[in-house]
């Protein structure tokens, strides 16, 4: 009864176009209608980083508990397209919960430890590895078969990451480039949603990924959706 094993194939799909351009003095744009770079937007789609994962359940008094939950992610996602990370990734959380009549109310932190570090820069003095999650939210027992949920997922990346400019000299004069910095990156984002019961024990999930930070490559909102069997 209090031990949980599963397992999560994630279907992820990408879509990204760039358009690079020189700004002078003022931020203006010098390359009116003559950019360096336009890519029209393209997608790849597939399966992602798969995760196994166990939670087993420390504490309970009540309705309220504690429980420890320990998930390694394989790197089975593309990198070039976008899908993963290239890298394994073990992470080990606390997790606590409570139920009310309606509300139920949760929350959980961790610590993500990356098998090798990412490279983030052109030059590639720059890499990232291991990263802290954290996360809390609400679910409203709206109806006997779903719920409501609000939701704030958040993840800092250690080593480095935060897009900053560095000057790099160019013949006689100097450009400034945006690039990965040595310092960390937070990325929170806020997730409402639903899930619904439609039968036995199978569960449909749908939420919307929206930023509260303006810090890396990041979608306006993502849309996630998703199927879950207890068996």
Same mark, same amino acid.
């Given at each position: 009864?209090? +031990?949980?094993?599963? =397992?999560?194939? !994630? ?8 358009d690079?351009?020189? @700004?002078? $003095? ?14 029209? *937007? *393209? ?17 309970? $008094?009540?309705?309220?508990g ?8 394989? !790197?089975t &996602? ?16 606390g997790?606590?919960?409570?139920e009310? !009549? ?24 720059? #890499?990232?590895?291991? $990263? +802290?999650?954290? &996360? @809390? ?13 609000l ?19 160019? &013949? &006689?004069?100097?450009?400034?480039? +945006?690039? %990965? ?9 806020? #997730?409402?949603? %639903? ?8 569960? =449909? *999930? #749908?939420?919307?990924?929206? !930023? ?20």
């Amino acid at each position: 009864d209090d +031990l949980d094993v599963s =397992v999560s194939v !994630p279907w992820v799909r990408v879509s990204m176009g760039a358009d690079i351009a020189l @700004f002078g $003095q003022g931020r203006t744009d010098i390359t009116p209608g003559g950019h360096l770079l336009t890519l029209r *937007s *393209s997608s790849a789609a597939g399966v992602g980083d798969i995760a196994l994962s166990a939670k087993y359940r420390a504490w309970r $008094q009540g309705r309220q508990g504690i429980a420890v939950e320990v998930r390694n992610r394989m !790197p089975t &996602g593309d990198v070039n397209a976008l899908r993963g990370t290239g890298v394994n990734r073990t992470s080990v959380s606390g997790v606590w919960s409570t139920e009310g !009549p309606r509300l139920a109310p949760h929350a959980q932190v961790g610590y993500e430890f990356w098998s090798r570090n990412v490279v983030v820069d052109e030059i590639g003095d720059i #890499a990232v590895q291991h $990263q +802290l999650n954290y &996360g @809390f939210g609400i679910e409203n027992k709206a109806h006997r078969r779903g719920t409501l949920n609000l939701e704030i997922i958040g993840r800092r990346l250690l080593g480095g990451g935060r897009p900053a400019y560095r000057t790099v000299s160019v &013949g &006689g004069g100097t450009v400034e480039l +945006l690039t %990965a910095s040595a310092e960390g990156i937070d990325v929170v984002s806020f #997730a409402p949603g %639903a899930k619904w019961n439609i039968a036995g024990t199978v569960l =449909v *999930s #749908a939420n919307l990924l929206a !930023p509260l930070t303006n810090r890396g490559l990041r979608a306006s909102v993502t849309p996630v959706i998703g199927f879950e069997w207890g068996f």
